[in-house]
């Protein structure tokens, strides 16, 4: 992708700004390390890994500075999709009929009952 090249460009550049500014010393010294921390994180700003993160298929809680290990055993696939039909549960059309009709039995019990107790 030319938007991932572009950004390794950028932080390549600003690697190297970094290691030149820590071979002259002094105050440029002390901003060397910023610098070499910012060129990491923007490689972790390329596209491909943002929309990587966004899938879940990429860490997204690493400290900067820290390099991205491989885990140690192997990963779990994509979570698989709620089963529906036999053994998946009620469907949901039947569960809100049941309520529904529920409903009215009850508004009309509780209105007849009021016939039976007016209060005059």
Not at 33 to 43: G, K, T
Not at 58 to 64: E, I, L, S, T
Not at 84 to 111: E, H, Q, S, T, Y
């Amino acid at each position: 992708m030319t938007a991932d090249q572009t950004v390794e460009r950028a932080a390549n550049k600003l690697r190297q700004l970094a290691d030149q500014m820590a071979g002259e010393g002094g105050v440029k010294a002390k901003l060397a390390e910023p610098l070499a921390e910012d060129a990491d994180l923007i490689r972790k700003m390329k596209p491909s890994l943002i929309k990587a993160r966004a899938k879940g298929e990429a860490p997204r809680n690493q400290k900067p500075g820290q390099a991205t290990a491989a885990p140690s055993s192997p990963q779990l696939g994509a979570r698989p999709k709620p089963k529906r039909g036999p053994g998946g549960g009620p469907n949901p059309w039947l569960i809100a009929g049941a309520a529904l009709a529920a409903g009215i039995f009850i508004a009309k019990w509780v209105d007849w009952r009021g016939h039976a107790h007016p209060r005059d």
